[in-house]
């Protein structure tokens, strides 16, 4: 199982990126996934996640602003961020359970910076 997550950078505040996540080894419409991120000195936590029925929850922090998505037909995960603010940098990494086995399985990480 790999995870590969891109799309990260620096944007303004107020400004819009939207991560993506691509995977080979466990089908995303099949299993929960989700996103999470890491701030320097914090410790990882959840962002978004969606399970394998469609259901999606959200971090307070980031309801409103973000939402999770996926393309069942290219196994991908999105995460749109709107309105982003200087609190929501971070790198932000995107997991999958495999639930046949229960492991976890993360992406590499991408890093986002909401600075002006």
């Known amino acids: 199982v790999q995870l590969q997550a891109f799309g990260g950078g620096l944007v303004q505040p107020g400004g819009s990126l939207r991560l993506s996540c691509a995977a080979s080894?466990?089908?995303?419409?099949?299993?929960?996934v989700g996103w999470y991120r890491q701030a320097p000195g914090k410790q990882r936590e959840l962002v978004a996640g969606?399970?394998?029925?469609?259901?999606?929850n959200y971090a307070d922090s980031v309801k409103g602003r973000f939402t999770i998505s996926r393309d069942n037909a290219k196994n991908t995960l999105y995460l749109q961020m709107n309105s982003l603010k200087p609190e929501d940098t971070a790198v932000y990494y995107c997991?999958?359970?495999?639930?046949?086995?229960?492991?976890?399985?993360w992406g590499q990480g991408t890093q986002v910076t909401v600075s002006s």
């Open positions: 969606i399970t394998s029925a469609g259901g999606t």
């Open positions: 080894g466990i089908i995303f419409s099949s299993n929960p």
């Open positions: 997991k999958g359970t495999l639930l046949i086995t229960r492991r976890n399985y």
